[in-house]
């Protein structure tokens, strides 16, 4: 498997654009998770999917962030407006109904 | 308010001296996992431990998960500098579903 696949891995906005990241988890896969990490908050859980539905988005810092699933092979998360305060690397993972998560290797997110 | 702390935060080693790095909460945990990241890429799992007091080898990294699992550390012995990177602890509990609370991670850097 190709593992998980996210695009694009380099993304530099100016601030009050809009930002589209993607995510194409693992096949068979009914978990995708979102994760923002930086330097001062570490990694953070933004919102969980089980099944293509939102299970937990608590994480989601403010209505200025969104995410979808579509269909069981991928999902967006949705930055509008984007300010400099959201720049960070945010990770997709999925997994099965175990505790292990496959991580992709992230969209590096640069606001100006 | 970091649910898992991790310490130390950063640690800077010469090839071939052991480590030892901790992960620690207050609360109870199902399972406990380990994870690499290396620049770059999404953290990579290493290990999970399940049972209070376990221990895990792999190769020269030994896992071992607390008696009331609320706490778990990771020892190398002979760091070699491919361990540099960024060791992050997560911890699933039975009432957050499939949710992993991640601590913010060790930065392990092993000079030659």
Known sequence: DAGVIQSPRHEVTEMGQEVTLRCK???????????????????????????????????????RFSAKMPNASFSTLKI????????????????????????GPGTRLTVL | TQLLEQSPQFLSIQEGENLTVYCN?????????WYRQEPGEGPVLLVTVVTGGEVKKLKRLTFQFGDARKDSSLHITAAQPGDTGLYLCAGARETSGSRLTFGEGTQLTVNP
């Not at chain 1, 896969?29 to 539905?53: A, P």
Request: aromatic share 16%.
């Open chain 1, 25 to 63: 988890p693992i096949s068979g896969h009914d978990y995708l998770f979102w994760y923002r990490q930086t330097m001062m908050r570490g990694l953070e859980l933004l919102i969980y999917f089980n099944n293509n539905v939102p299970i937990d988005d608590s994480g989601m810092p403010e209505d």
């Open chain 1, 80 to 103: 509008q407006p984007s300010e400099p305060r959201d720049s960070a690397v945010y990770f997709c993972a999925s997994s099965t109904y175990t505790d292990t998560q496959y991580f």
């Open chain 2, 25 to 33: 909460s207050s609360s109870v945990f199902s399972s406990l996992q």
